[in-house]
């Protein structure tokens, strides 16, 4: 970013007021969305406070999720940092007015094979080696967070239990098989369409992990005093909102566009209307009812408002049953301890 010096109020300004323009860029940026959320990881950030031990007071529980809070808010703000800068200095490269027509070319199909040609004038000829050690240290770190999301998602939700190498090596392949068989029999333009058509998929996959989230976390007879707060409820919800209204309208708009513009006969048109059209609505309303279906299910009682020494017991984390016995932590998953998470 110091070499070619991206203009400030551009960079601001891209930040904070989407433009789209070009062929597919809707498409993209959806994979986009996708790529950096990820559902897998609400998860992971979910589960990771069963790997520390947390004093069971509602003062105790704050605190931990305070610190969660600032721990992941941390790692997303760098990993925020370099979106941007790979983002301003492609961006300022390609448009530039002096450039080559080599570097036209190169600008106008460009992907993950190819746009190590940024960093040539900075670091001449390895910066294909740098860039191709990037790419891998960011391959390792999306694996990493997708196996232990795995590792979670089988212990806790599916109560699957194996030994550890077993756990991995299964989670790995599920991760790394499909990828590798692409990448053999497409090679590097089919693996450039796979990670723009995974990611596109893990955005319309988002709904069914932000919603429950959103409805659990913000739910008194779940969470008590830990809910979320109403300035936290607003704003997620609007997020969420716009995230699902961006996916269905590019479903809806880019199928029908596909539809009239491809060259396939009329009668393979209908039959494919009919095979998507249905998925198409099935998926809408799994979204409507996952947002307005009631939970009648309650996990927290409050105490008694007129008893002073219940709420006591409760702020201080004892049991509220005539004897009371002093937790010294909240339970947490003993089988994640063999899980690389630090205590």
């Given at each position: 970013m110091g070499y070619v010096k991206p203009p400030a109020a551009d960079v601001l300004k891209g930040m904070f007021i989407p433009k789209l323009s070009g062929e597919g860029a809707t498409g993209d940026a959806i994979a986009l969305?996708?790529?950096?959320?990820?559902?897998?990881?609400?998860?992971?950030?979910?589960?990771?406070?069963l790997?520390?031990?947390v004093p069971s007071s509602v003062h105790g529980v704050n605190n931990a999720c305070r610190y969660f809070l600032i721990e992941s808010g941390f790692a997303l703000f760098v990993a925020f940092l370099?979106?941007?800068?790979?983002?301003?200095?492609?961006?300022?490269?390609?448009?530039?007015?002096?450039?080559?027509d080599t570097t036209a070319n190169q600008c106008g199909d460009l992907n993950l094979s190819s746009a190590s040609f940024l960093l040539k004038n900075v670091l001449g000829r390895s910066s294909s080696i740098l860039y191709g050690i990037a790419l891998l240290a960011s391959g390792q770190s999306s694996t990493i967070t997708g196996t232990y999301a795995g590792q979670f998602i089988m212990q806790g939700f599916l109560d699957l239990k194996m030994k550890t190498w077993k756990r991995n090596l299964m989670t790995r392949c599920i991760a790394?098989?499909?990828?590798?068989?692409?990448?053999?029999?497409?090679g590097s333009s089919g693996s450039s369409k796979l990670i723009i058509i995974a990611s596109m998929i893990l955005s319309f996959e988002l709904p069914f992990a932000l919603i429950p989230l959103l409805k659990f976390s913000s739910s008194s007879t779940k969470?008590?005093?830990?809910?979320?707060?109403?300035?936290?409820?607003?704003?997620?919800?609007?997020?969420?909102?716009?995230?699902?209204?961006?996916?269905?309208?590019?479903?809806?708009?880019?199928?029908?566009?596909?539809l009239i513009h491809n060259n396939l006969p009329k009668i393979a048109n209908v039959f494919v209307g009919i095979m998507v059209f249905p998925l198409m609505a099935i998926y809408i309303?799994?979204?409507?009812?996952?947002?307005?279906?009631?939970?009648?299910?309650?996990?927290?009682?409050?105490?008694?408002?007129?008893?002073?020494?219940?709420?006591?017991?409760?702020?201080?984390?004892?049991?509220?049953?005539?004897?009371l016995v002093?937790?010294?932590h909240i339970p947490y998953r003993e089988d994640l301890a063999d899980i690389q998470l630090p205590e």
């Open positions: 969305l996708g790529a950096l959320v990820m559902p897998h990881n609400l998860f992971l950030h979910s589960a990771l406070v790997s520390r031990k370099i979106n941007v800068a790979i983002v301003t200095v492609s961006g300022t490269v390609c448009s530039a007015k002096n450039i080559s790394i098989a499909p990828s590798l068989v692409v990448s053999i029999i497409g969470m008590g005093p830990h809910k979320n707060s109403i300035y936290i409820v607003v704003i997620s919800w609007i997020l969420g909102a716009g995230i699902i209204g961006i996916n269905i309208y590019y479903l809806s708009t880019g199928f029908v566009g596909w309303l799994a979204v409507i009812y996952l947002t307005f279906r009631k939970d009648t299910v309650v996990t927290f009682v409050k105490p008694v408002k007129h008893d002073p020494k219940a709420q006591n017991n409760m702020e201080i984390g004892q049991s509220n049953s005539n004897e002093e937790l010294e």
